[in-house]
């Protein structure tokens, strides 16, 4: 197959003009059969969004000259300076096909990264089908399995495409790549669409693929109506906009609406369906996706998942099997200064109204103040809330070392849930307590199975099997415990398999564990914003570290400060800060002792007095420390 290289610059503006005049906005398809409901799965990095990107420009959404950077649906600036997709992303396209029908695309762009694997769900809870995109110089990777896994259990139609095929090194690993993919979802080689979004290549291909071989949604637009909530955004000037999927039935504006979960009903304002920009249509028909507003000012009253349905005629079928989002990471989020604490609350709840995984509750620290204590999915979620928070809204902020959830049962067999160490009740009442383990999946050369299995036994993780997938490529899954993976367990995967190796992980079950509560202490004064529930077998290693750590980090102080970890009562490792000594007898030119000695004892007693009233500033790397310890 050729790269056409005036592809872009040439076909592309004249077929739009072609397809924008023969779809007016206000027109709707009236068909089922002319819908088609998409989205893109793949590994972190294989190419979703380049691919959505080609796709816009062929079927004139939008022209070369609008293509103003790569990935134009990752609209927000951290998903384009990291190059990764963070939200999910929709849009309707026009389709004329060859044969002159014309059809309307619904894609969804999701992310790949291991953290958003909740977005990923709910795309595929709108779609018949998804184009599953394998790089063809990495191969089968873990979020692809798992993608596929998901799509599978939601009984979409797969259709496979290699991507990247114009890259030197694809030419030696193409056909090995072809073979991974017929093993994993039992395709035929012709099945397979082998294409480079970068180039443009294969595209014409995969739009006859979702016309011919995706199904066409199904559904009674006379029944009553069952619309499913896939995504919600918040609108400073319209409020909550709702993104959903028609399921049965139709959506006009003026009727009113009744969400089965929250039980709260609203009168549509505004109905249409999502191009680049919304657009308005009035009406969504059973099997479009589109979106609607209703002067909702709550994100709270329209959960993702819930069902809406007509107030005056509801369905008695509400859409099940839906999975509502768990924070798996917890942290608290404290302003640098104590006034910012209301500023802080208003921009966790803006943030909260456009990413509905985030969860936040008031908490209050004796060395950092009053704050909230933050639910994400990963780390990478974490910073990238901090990361907004920070330019969004401007904000401050200290985050502490981040921990995830503990089910304690105390000696009256009552159960508590902790997510902040100082929560943990004294341990002459805790009866055991038990860690989330999850369900790792990691797959690597098989060259590296050796660093691997060490990598993971370090972190308490048991190994559960292993399948080789080919010759050189093996599939590895471990029984691991969360805390033992959130904090820099991806970086030493990727370092020690020089970025060969993938991970992919879901939650399993609570285990008990020898955990014990380590506190730091500066100067004998416990800091709870650095405590941690660490296993009693890693409490000296992990306290010795910790306490190095801290002594390159907070600056010295004009008296000498002790830093220690203790679990309970008992001291397990101890470093100290020199004071910084001002010369007193320098202006003693000879002359008595006496006099030097005077004056060394009063330097003396000034650093006692000042050690017990002075108060040591603890920098935001400190609380970093947990996250670089090698």
Request: charged share 25%; hydrophobic share 40%; aromatic share 8%.
């Amino acid at each position: 197959m050729d790269v056409i290289p005036s592809f872009r610059h040439s076909v592309i503006p004249s077929f739009r003009h072609f397809v924008t005049s023969s779809f007016p906005y206000s027109v709707t398809c009236g068909l089922m059969q002319h819908y088609r409901n998409f989205c893109i799965i793949a590994h972190i990095d294989h190419g979703k969004s380049t691919l959505a990107d080609r796709l816009l420009e062929r079927t004139g959404r939008v022209t070369a000259r609008e293509m103003t950077m790569n990935q134009i649906l990752d609209d927000n600036p951290l998903e384009q300076e990291r190059g990764i997709t963070i939200k999910l992303h929709a849009i309707q396209m026009d389709y004329l096909s060859p044969s002159g029908e014309k059809y309307k695309l619904n894609l969804i762009d999701t992310p790949g990264h291991v953290d958003f694997s909740y977005e990923v769900s709910r795309s595929l809870s709108a779609c018949e089908g998804a184009l599953l995109v394998v790089d063809a110089t990495q191969g089968v990777e873990a979020q692809t399995i798992s993608n596929l896994f998901m799509a599978l259990e939601q009984g979409l139609e797969i259709i496979p495409v290699i991507n990247k095929i114009d890259l030197p090194s694809a030419v030696t690993t193409i056909d090995n790549v072809k073979k991974q993919v017929m093993d994993l979802i039992g395709c035929k080689e012709e099945e397979m669409i082998l294409a480079s979004a970068k180039a443009g290549i294969g595209i014409d291909e995969i739009l006859e693929a979702v016309v011919a071989r995706i199904p066409p949604p199904k559904g009674d637009p006379k029944a009553p109506l069952r619309a499913l909530i896939y995504d919600s955004i918040f609108d400073a000037y319209r409020g909550v906009v709702v993104n959903v999927r028609v399921f049965d039935g139709t959506l006009k504006e003026k009727d009113k609406i009744l969400f089965m979960n929250t039980n709260q009903t609203y009168e549509l304002d505004e109905v249409g369906v999502l191009y680049m920009q919304r657009q308005r249509t009035g009406i969504l028909e059973a099997g479009n996706v589109g979106y609607f507003t209703a002067a909702i000012r709550r994100l709270q009253d329209s959960k993702v998942g819930d069902t809406v349905t007509l107030a005056n005629n509801p369905t008695d079928r509400p859409i099940e099997g839906f999975r509502e989002v768990k924070p798996m990471v917890f942290s608290g989020i404290y302003p640098a200064e104590s006034d910012d604490f209301e500023d802080l609350r208003e921009a966790l709840g803006k943030l909260t109204l456009n990413d509905s995984a985030i969860s936040f509750e008031p908490e209050s620290s004796t060395a950092l103040g009053f704050g909230f204590r933050c639910g994400f999915l990963g780390l990478l979620h974490m910073e990238i809330v901090q990361e907004r928070l920070e330019r969004e809204f401007n904000q401050v902020i200290i985050t502490t070392v981040p921990n995830v959830r503990y089910k304690v049962i105390t000696t009256k067999n009552e159960v508590m849930w902790v997510d902040n160490p100082a929560q943990l009740p004294n341990p002459t009442m805790i009866n055991e307590i038990q860690e989330p383990y999850i369900r790792a999946q990691i797959i690597a050369p098989s060259e590296y199975v050796g660093t691997i299995m060490k990598l993971c036994m370090e972190r308490r993780g048991t190994m559960l099997g292993q399948t080789y997938l080919s010759a050189d490529r093996v599939d590895m899954t471990f029984n691991m415990p969360l805390g033992e993976v959130v904090f820099d367990f991806y970086d030493k995967l990727k370092s020690s398999t020089r970025g060969y190796a993938s991970l992919d992980y879901e939650y399993s079950d609570y285990e008990r564990g020898e955990l014990v509560l380590m506190d730091i202490l500066l100067n004998g004064e416990p800091v709870d914003a650095l405590s941690s529930i660490v296993h009693r077998q890693k409490a000296h290693e992990w306290g010795k570290k910790l306490c190095v750590k801290l002594k390159e980090l907070i600056p010295r102080q004009m008296f000498e400060v002790a830093i220690q970890a203790s679990i309970g009562s008992k001291v397990v490792a101890r470093e100290s800060i020199s004071a910084i000594r001002k010369n007193v007898i320098a202006k003693c030119y000879g002359g008595d002792i006496s006099r030097k000695r005077k004056l060394l004892e009063k330097q003396k007693e000034g650093k006692k007095r000042m050690k017990q009233v002075g108060r040591v500033e603890i920098p935001q790397e400190a609380f970093h420390a947990v996250l670089s310890l090698d």
